[in-house]
Nanobody
Framework: QVQLVESGGGLVQAGDSLRLSCEAS????????MGWFRQAPGLEREFVAA?????????YYGDSVKGRFTISRDNAKNTVYLQMNSLQPEATAVYYC????WGGGLSRIEDEYAYWGQGAQVTVSS
């Protein structure tokens, strides 16, 4: 089992930056590929980013966030981060951290992630 707790969400204005954190605990979280997803009101959950479990880290981003969001991790702290820059109102969503099932590479497919956090609300006002 892996437990995930997101933090760092909040209300910001368009153009601002925000950094989300996801602290992992339990069974070897530092050996898992980690991802971020988001779900806006009335929409399906969307892939945001993923990062490999060991360095040199490989990253993978959803098309809508490329160039503005950066995923990183600190395995010594069992923490994954999502740095979000130049936020726009369409980024308003609940952001979820997820830990991938062992085996396989970076993925944007929800079913390949076995563990999920409770979510962090990010609201961007115009």
């Amino acid at each position: 089992q892996v437990q995930l707790v997101e933090s760092g969400g909040g209300l910001v204005q368009a153009g601002d930056s925000l950094r989300l954190s996801c602290e992992a605990s339990g069974r070897d979280p530092s050996t898992r590929i980690m991802g971020w997803f988001r779900q806006a009101p009335g929409l399906e959950r969307e892939f945001v980013a993923a990062i490999s479990w060991t360095g040199p880290y490989t990253t993978y981003y959803g098309d809508s966030v490329k160039g503005r969001f950066t995923i990183s991790r600190d395995n010594a702290k069992n923490t994954v981060y999502l740095q979000m820059n130049s936020l726009q109102p369409e980024a308003t969503a609940v952001y979820y951290c997820a830990a991938r099932r062992w085996g396989g590479g970076l993925s944007r497919i929800e079913d390949e992630y076995a563990y999920w956090g409770q979510g962090a609300q990010v609201t961007v006002s115009s």
